[in-house]
């Protein structure tokens, strides 16, 4: 047995017994999960299905880990796009960090306190975000430009 019928095996599995547990969410009703969490009682359902959600999306992330990491060592042209790839990712963190400000007033946000330093990376992520994402709308508007004249 080859390993991609195994996997498809797992998978008709997890969807199955994901769906089992739906179907058991569904019929109980809304109101009265909601009631059941409120008060402190039975909300297995729930719970099992989360456990289920955290098993499937952790696997999935273990297969991505290592496929990217088996063909990296498999194909070494591939490491150094990589590398670049990541090169150029901490490039826009440094700008971000560069570019963002920190709040210098220290208050509590639903209890934790924030300090200049926790403002100061918050805006770096802000800044970091927008500047990846204003590179990918050019990036698209080039290629899309780029389709049109050819």
Not at 89 to 114: C, N, P
Request: charged share 10%; hydrophobic share 55%.
């Amino acid at each position: 047995m080859n390993l991609h019928k195994i996997f498809k095996i797992i998978a008709a599995l997890l969807s199955l017994v994901g769906a089992i547990f739906l179907v058991l969410i569904i019929s109980k009703g809304d109101e009265a999960i909601d009631a059941a969490y409120i008060s402190g009682g039975n909300t297995s359902i729930v719970d099992n299905m989360s456990f289920v959600a955290y098993v499937i999306f952790g696997l999935a992330l273990l297969f991505v880990v290592l496929f990217v990491i088996k063909n990296l060592f498999t194909d070494t042209g591939s490491i150094k796009n990589t590398l670049i790839g990541i090169g150029a990712f901490a490039a826009v963190l440094v700008v971000a960090y560069l570019f963002s400000g920190g709040d210098t007033t220290e208050y509590f946000d639903q209890g934790v306190l924030v300090t200049e330093g926790k403002s100061h990376m918050v805006g770096t992520g802000l800044v970091a975000f927008y500047i990846l994402g204003t590179l990918a709308i050019f990036s698209i508007l080039f290629s899309g430009i780029k389709k049109m004249i050819k």
